[in-house]
């Protein structure tokens, strides 16, 4: 018995422990260099020792890429996948037929190497927008990858699935449901073109836990609008955006759905590996000194505290300011006035940590220098109280820094 095991039978029922996307029973992931970059590994693979019920949520851009259509083709046959390939460097969007012929040649490849059936595979792809896949390369890489059982190197897998990100982005949690234990594990790739609109990254979860498709897809969704749709860095989404999950079921436990008495738990330990993930991306916004966190309360509803709270967040003028550590609310302020939600202004109290500077619609009285010494911080907190109900809505973001434009500036050279 290990020491998560022991924790959790002390009375909790859900712990974060150290580990990644093959923590959870029977997933498997690597990660390896085939040519795609000049040097950092790009191409990455999961899969599950049996097949697992998936579920998925994509971009909302028109211009969906051939992966994602591959991996909707794959979802729409069965909710079982068993593995996912997936290449970084180039996104395969905008390709047109011979992108789609290619997707179809990766899944083809990877379910022949692993013997799977195709419509288990998803398919997936980031990097440059417009260019064909160097398709020799990819089969290359796809012939090496091992298809022995026990293979863990799951950070490479967070590797090779990297664009322009600065560091790998893992989380793990382990659940006490059905006196089992279920582990939850998450990867997650983003760094530019993120913002709320289902999404501009890529994220993976597995879990051994035995879950219903139908809720685990519900739960998908829902678990997405509160976290990875809660984020954003430039106000671009890309073509590139999915979540997938993957739930194999090799941990025993009754099957999860709504009906389920813990189901609340899974809940839970899915909203906080989506969460954790989210801010990372968040973070990790190119050029980003300082993660930002706007938390909204007292709204007439929690819709309306989610807009206000994303339209401050994407507010470049307010990520300018926390960038030049300027206690600017009045930016903040304008933010909530063209969100679209109407307010009062004169019950609209706002603080930078906790440090007040509007009560009531007017201008507190704080002090410039200990604002100031609370924006040098990496983590920065705005406070919005409404007034007016009972919603609520958090988002996180990131500073707008010089290195942003140095970085799309020469993204493809």
């Known amino acids: 018995m290990n020491s998560r095991q022991l924790e959790l039978e002390k009375g909790s029922l859900m712990k974060v422990v150290n580990g990644h996307i093959a923590s959870p029973i029977g997933f498997h992931a690597g990660g390896m260099h085939s040519g795609l970059k000049r040097k950092r590994k790009d191409l990455g693979w999961l899969y599950s020792q049996v097949p697992a019920v998936s579920a998925a949520v994509y971009t909302t851009n028109q211009f969906q890429a051939a992966p994602l259509k591959v991996t909707q083709e794959s979802l729409a046959a069965s909710p079982f996948l068993q593995g996912v390939i997936i290449n970084s460097g180039n996104a395969n969007a905008c390709t047109g037929e011979v992108g789609i012929k290619n997707a179809f040649l990766m899944r083809e490849w990877f379910a022949d190497q692993m013997d799977f059936q195709e419509h288990e595979v998803a398919v997936c792809s980031t990097g440059v927008i417009g260019e064909q896949l160097p398709m020799e390369k990819i089969q290359i ?71 219903n498709p139908s809720s685990l897809q519900q739960a998908l969704k829902m678990t997405v609008n509160d976290s990875f749709n809660m984020i954003t860095v430039d106000g671009d989404t890309s073509t590139n955006d999915m979540v997938l999950v993957m739930a194999n079921g090799l941990a025993g436990n009754q099957e999860l759905s709504e009906s389920h008495p813990q189901w609340s738990i899974f809940l839970d330990g899915l909203k906080m590996i989506c969460t954790s993930l989210a801010k990372q991306i968040a973070r990790d916004g190119e050029g980003a000194t300082k993660l930002i966190e706007v938390h909204v309360t007292n709204a007439k509803s929690s819709i309306d505290a989610k807009i206000i709270s994303k339209s401050i967040i994407g507010s470049n003028l307010v990520k300018a300011a926390i960038f030049g550590e300027d206690a600017n609310w009045g930016r903040i302020v304008n933010a909530i006035g063209y969100s679209g939600v109407t307010v009062n202004p004169e019950l609209l109290n706002v603080s930078i940590g906790n440090i007040k500077v509007v009560e009531n619609g007017l201008p507190a009285g704080f002090s410039e220098e200990t604002a100031k010494e609370y924006l040098q911080s990496e983590n920065i907190q705005i406070l919005v109280d409404l007034g007016e109900g009972h919603g609520s809505a958090t988002a996180w973001g990131c500073d707008l820094s010089y290195d942003y434009v140095k970085i799309n500036a020469s993204y493809r050279t």
């Open 141 to 211: 890489g796809i012939s090496q990858i091992p298809a022995a059982e026990g293979l863990h190197h799951a950070e490479d897998f967070s590797e090779a699935i990297l664009t322009t990100d600065t560091f790998v982005k893992n989380d793990c949690v382990s659940l006490l449901i059905d006196d089992r234990y279920v582990t939850i594990g998450g990867t997650a790739k983003g760094s530019g073109m993120i913002h709320p609109n289902m999404a501009t990254m890529l994220g993976f979860i597995t879990t051994d836990a035995k879950v």
